[in-house]
């Protein structure tokens, strides 16, 4: 059992060599390669060597049990801890999305429901960032156009962690979950009423490229430079520094307005373009391959949602995994844990019942 398992512990091993070495350190980008790597496999390597030992002392029990049946009721607790360390290491060698690793860029978009799903849209921006915030990542907003009572028509906001995160524990990791239609029950601020409306907004996740992961030859590339548009001053709308890019390639548009020169705007569009051609490379490489992972839902309907936002009962809904709860408020607070675990747990349980086929 775990033959693969002492591979990997011979490239932990010549990782850790690797990472003593200062030169590695030159290059930061391959520093944190291998860094979240070393992470992942020393997860691994710890429960390796755990499973090991309980095996070691549990066969030790079992001879001095046969003389002393004191030493019965220990192998049986060991029988069980070594059973909950197999499960463990049984889900650390299961195949792992490769971007898993890598920090996340989530684009929010209002959909049906006008003003009102705008301003939903806000709350979406606000209840992952305080995510973020308890998580220890940082967030830098990269392009957003607001609505006029304070919402946003789109936002797109890059999600950062700080130093190597864990296995299953990096940004895009948890986050990758919430992309689809999340759907909003609530009387809204334009209701005179007081009648509940349903809206929608969308999201969209994907794993931030590093410019090593994707490569862009500028000959691809029209740029158009453009009058910035909503609130101004500063030059930031008095002067045409809003970037667009159009990958010719394929037809992806990118277009930056918050900053106020065109070099800004620029690198954040490059920087959202990246995501994209590396997302729509994965996507098309996961469907070559025949893969069953969870595609997102591009189109913002109020019937393709995967969760549910009900106001009047304080309600939260995934329609993927069945979890509901009654802290709505909580939620909307950052307090995701529990909601995305559902999910975390789902895809978990399929990818090891495909291993099992």
């Not at 006008?114 to 960032?129: P, Q």
């Not at 299953?168 to 990791?173: L, T």
């Not at 969209?204 to 158009?224: F, G, H, Q, W």
């Not at 019937?303 to 509901?324: A, L, V």
Request: aromatic fraction near 4%; charged fraction near 30%.
């Amino acid at each position: 059992m775990f033959e693969a398992v002492d591979g990997l512990v011979a490239e932990h091993t010549e990782l850790e060599q690797r990472l003593a070495d200062p030169a590695v350190h030159a290059d930061q980008a391959l520093a944190r390669r291998l860094g979240q790597r070393y992470a992942e496999l020393t997860a691994v390597v710890r429960a390796y060597d755990e499973w090991r030992r309980v095996g070691d002392d549990l066969g030790a029990a079992r001879e001095l049990s046969a003389e002393d049946h004191a030493f019965a009721e220990e192998a049986r607790l060991l029988e069980g801890r070594r059973a909950e360390l197999e499960d463990r290491l049984r889900q650390l060698l299961v195949p792992r999305d490769p971007s898993d690793g890598k920090d996340a860029i989530l684009e929010i978009k209002s959909g049906e429901g006008g003003e009102e799903s705008a301003l939903f849209a806000g709350d979406l921006l606000r209840m992952y960032s305080r995510f973020a915030e308890q998580h220890g990542w940082r967030t830098e907003q990269l392009d957003a156009t607001p609505s006029d009572l304070g919402g946003f028509k789109s936002v797109t906001v890059a999600v950062q962690a700080k130093g190597t995160p864990g296995p299953g524990e990096a940004p895009y990791a948890l986050l990758k979950f919430e992309g689809g239609v999340h759907r909003v029950q609530r009387v809204p601020v334009t209701e005179s009423q007081g009648r509940v409306h349903t809206s929608a907004a969308g999201v969209l996740v994907m794993p931030e490229a590093e410019p090593v992961d994707v490569t862009i030859d500028d000959n691809d590339l029209r740029i158009d430079v453009f009058r910035s548009s909503g609130p101004g001053g500063q030059s930031v709308n008095t002067t045409d520094s809003a970037v667009r890019i159009t990958h010719l390639p394929t037809g992806l548009v990118v277009s930056c307005q918050n900053e106020k020169s065109q070099l800004q705007n620029k690198d954040q569009a490059l920087r959202i373009l990246r995501s994209r051609l590396l997302q729509q490379a994965e996507e098309v490489a996961q469907a070559e391959a025949a893969d069953a992972r969870r595609s997102q839902v591009r189109t913002v309907d109020r019937s393709e949602r995967i969760r549910t936002y009900n106001f009047p009962e304080n309600r939260i809904s995934d329609h993927r995994t069945g979890y509901k709860a009654y802290n709505l408020d909580h939620v909307l607070d950052g307090d995701l844990d529990p909601v995305i675990a559902s999910s975390v747990q789902a895809d978990l349980e399929a990818r090891l019942a495909s291993l099992d086929q």
